[in-house]
């Protein structure tokens, strides 16, 4: 059986003040949940959120790092420092990184199996263009994000890798994918995994929705046989989060 995890991802917003109180506010209501509850946050904010979730169940994860041990890369962070701060899971792949911060395919390749060796839980996001979308290539265009992210990854860590589908047309624009859109890649990406790797791998592999996910749409779309939870931006912000938990 998979677990059911949620997962907010905070973007460039609070600042470690407001972590410590937003994480002390959360907490106490998403006691003894079910699914596994986690929030990626900004590298600043990591000591105060792993400080105030010590002890909550929640997880804090790492929204980037970069793939080197250690040297000349300013302004760059590196796995051991997130490790050694406490944190367990980090993003990888996000469309904001590949848009914005121009990272590759063959980057996130790197990032997933650095993370890997580095004995991290990595989150892999994946996605499409609106104009992908329209021209009916969004499954080809995953299954090329995929096959390429888990380029010398074997089934067993694949297995412990958890997926985030998100069309970049649904992140931050209120414009959530239907339910049956959702399910169609997230299962399209499970007989992915199997093809790859095997059956077992795809039954274990925790599949993830996000793009707009807010405490009004959440229970239908984790209600669908290859959606194991959902990547939360502007919504895990608020402690309405705690609905999309308990979705
Ligand atoms: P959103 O962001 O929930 O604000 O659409 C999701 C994400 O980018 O992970």
Redesign the pocket.
């Known amino acids: 059986m998979r677990r059911k995890l949620a997962a907010g991802?905070w973007k460039m917003n609070m600042t470690p003040t407001q972590t410590k109180e937003f994480l002390k506010e959360i907490a106490p209501l998403v006691k003894g949940a079910e699914s596994e509850v986690l929030f990626f946050v900004p590298a600043i904010d990591i000591p105060a959120a792993v400080e105030a979730a010590a002890g909550t169940g929640i997880g804090i994860g790492a929204e980037n790092f970069y793939f080197e041990d250690k040297g000349a890369f300013t302004g760059e962070i590196s796995l051991e420092m997130i490790k050694d701060a406490g944190v367990s899971y980090v993003l990888i792949g996000?469309s904001e990184r590949r848009t914005i911060f121009s990272e590759n395919d063959e980057w996130i390749n790197k990032k997933l199996l650095k993370a890997i060796e580095c004995k991290m839980k990595p989150m892999l996001c994946c996605g499409e263009s609106l104009e992908i979308r329209e021209k009916g290539e969004t499954l080809s265009w995953i299954e090329a994000q995929i096959r390429s992210a888990f380029n010398g990854v074997s089934a067993d860590q694949a297995a412990a890798t958890v997926i985030a589908y998100?069309p970049i047309w649904?992140?931050?624009t209120g414009k959530v994918a239907t339910t049956d859109q959702a399910q169609e890649v997230c299962g399209m990406i499970r007989k992915l995994i199997a093809e790859i790797y095997d059956a077992d791998t795809a039954d274990k592999i925790r599949i993830l929705y996000?793009?707009?996910?807010n405490p009004e749409n959440a229970a239908e779309l984790f209600a669908q046989p290859d959606i194991d939870g959902g990547?939360?931006?502007?919504?895990s912000l608020k402690t309405s989060f705690e609905k999309i938990v308990k979705a």
Not at 210 to 213: E, F, I, K, L, Q
């Open positions: 991802n996000h998100e649904a992140i931050g996000g793009g707009s996910v990547l939360v931006g502007g919504a």
